[in-house]
């Protein structure tokens, strides 16, 4: 097998387990909005239990391409790829932990009655996990058209992200012995927001990846 061959395998097996990670996390977060949903404990203590898989198939991630680099010394797109790896891996493993934080926050509601019926937040949450695995999808095809696309959706969870809140901060003073739950319930609200938030960096390394300069989709 020629020296390319190699390096194209080898490329070929971190994108794969750059899409594993992506399945894990998206997992991760869908898992997390169901335990907020029925207030399960059980099932928001096994992501985090299970996270310690996605820190370690990231630092896994990140030691392949940073071996590939200095045995292959690649140089422009082929450069662009293995970079982007480590960079997506990074928002991936980032995503893992929103899941975990937002498991936490439900640990720490508890099994109290709820101040209203959770029903945006999975919708946002569902949007934001969609959008996750549209930037996974533009990542394996390289399309670029896509990767703008999730970007845009960004502007929908931010926009849904200040109602929630504006909502929850009326709720204080409406409820003051639900502060701590609302708190908790504002908290998950801003997890979210920032799993929509790293789609669309993943979003921005593809640009990177096929055009070779940096753009900023928040903008």
Known sequence: MSI???????????????????????EAV???????????????LKIIEHDIQLNLLEEEINDKAIL???????????????????????????????AVNIAKSVIRIGSNQLIKPIEEIPRIAEIA???????????DDEDVELA?????????????????IQELLELM????????????????????ERVADHSTNISESILYLVKGKRYDLNE
């Open 173 to 192: 003073t409406q409820k003051p012995d639900y502060i701590s739950q609302i708190t908790q319930l504002a908290f998950v609200c801003r997890y979210v």
């Open 4 to 26: 390319r061959a190699i390096f194209q395998a080898e490329l070929d097996r971190l994108k794969q387990m750059i899409l594993d990670l992506g399945r894990q996390a998206q």
């Open 68 to 98: 590939l680099i200095a045995q292959q010394a690649p140089v422009a797109v082929d450069l662009r790829r293995v970079i982007v790896v480590i960079k997506i891996s990074s928002d991936l493993e980032r995503i893992g932990d929103l």
């Open 129 to 139: 996990n969609k959008m996750v695995f549209d930037s996974l999808k533009a990542y």
């Open 148 to 164: 703008k696309k999730v970007a845009k959706v960004d502007d929908e969870v931010d926009e849904a992200y200040g109602r929630l």
């Open 30 to 44: 869908a898992m997390a909005i169901e335990a907020l949903k029925n207030q399960d404990i059980d099932k928001a």
